[in-house]
């Protein structure tokens, strides 16, 4: 999760905290300096200390991780502005001193751990305390621990270091609750969708073929041959239902089973899964109507064409009469325009 921001550390008022950290060390230092038995040495500690403030805090805080080359170059500068201010700074006896730039010290292991660089943070700490410590005067062969500030340093890596891990792991947490809550919803729809779809169907078959199903339950006479049309001519429609999906409209059901009483042969294929525009289905209903009252023999097949294709519908009569020409229905996708062939 690297390349990703992180609004935590985006916050709006994080350059103004970290300028006046860095501040208030330099302002008292520009006193310091006119003390200084070593002027020289102290300025440039002062001018890389500012350069690797600005570096660090100027920056637009947008919560993404700092470039590499700004990072590796205030990481110097500020290496460069402790050993030149420990240069500059006669090394003394007194227990629990600081240098000049200990808050500023502070404050560029926040700025880094905040622009999520902790490995840097790390190394300017490293860097800073090897300098410390090679400071410290041996007396009477005890080697005396005279600053003691880079404890607080260390912590504060450790602090922006396991925000930034505790900020991953309570972002995978969301993501993978906000993942288990979406497939949860997508399971409840579909299933939702699978009941309507199911009762949908149920109310279908009801409407299609619930008198004849009643008939054959309680009617115990001989079943004539017009039962048996009306049977094979209700199968038929159940057949388009299935088949013919979106376009099967009761009343495209109607007109087909009146054209099948008639002995046409009728098929309505559905290839496109999705109704289609009501321009469409209108022109379907004309279409099919008028051919179908023309039509004397032969076969009848209404095809919904796969989304995409230009045709939303085709329509096809070839009564099988060798000296007639199949008559073709082609109805435009969206906006349901006929052209005949």
Known sequence: MSSSTRAVFAHRYMRIILLAAFCAPF???????????????????????????AIVALPRWDGSQFPVLPTALA??????????????????????QTPWFHLGFIALLFGLG?????????????????????????VNGVI??????????????LVTWMVERQYDFFQ?????????????????????????????????VRRLAGGLLEQIAKDSSEVTDYDVQQFRLTEAQLRDSIRGRSIATPYVLELTRAARARGISVDILDERGSVPSPEVMEATAQQLAAILAAAESGAVTVRALPPGDPTAVF???????????????????????????
Do not use: C
């Open 144 to 157: 005396m621990p005279i600053e003691a500030y880079h404890v607080v340093g260390i912590a504060m890596v």
């Open 172 to 204: 995978r947490r969301r993501q993978d609750t906000q993942r288990l809550l979406a497939t949860a919803r997508s399971h409840d729809e579909a299933e939702k969708g699978m009941r309507y779809a199911s009762n949908r169907r149920v109310d279908e």
């Open 75 to 96: 990481s110097v500068l500020f290496l460069v502005a402790a050993q030149q201010g420990y240069s500059a700074t006669p090394v003394t006896l007194q227990a629990g």
């Open 114 to 138: 905040m622009r999520r660089r902790p490995g840097w943070a790390f190394v300017v700490w490293l860097g800073v305390s090897v300098l410390s410590v090679s400071r410290w005067p041996v």
């Open 315 to 341: 329509i096809v009569h070839d009564s099988q009469d060798p000296d007639a020409d199949p008559v073709a229905v082609e109805i435009a996708d969206g906006t349901g325009a006929v052209s005949v062939f």
């Open 27 to 53: 302002v008292a230092a520009v006193g310091y300096l006119r003390e200084s038995t070593r002027p020289v040495e102290f300025a440039v500690s002062m001018v890389a200390y500012a350069l690797a403030g």
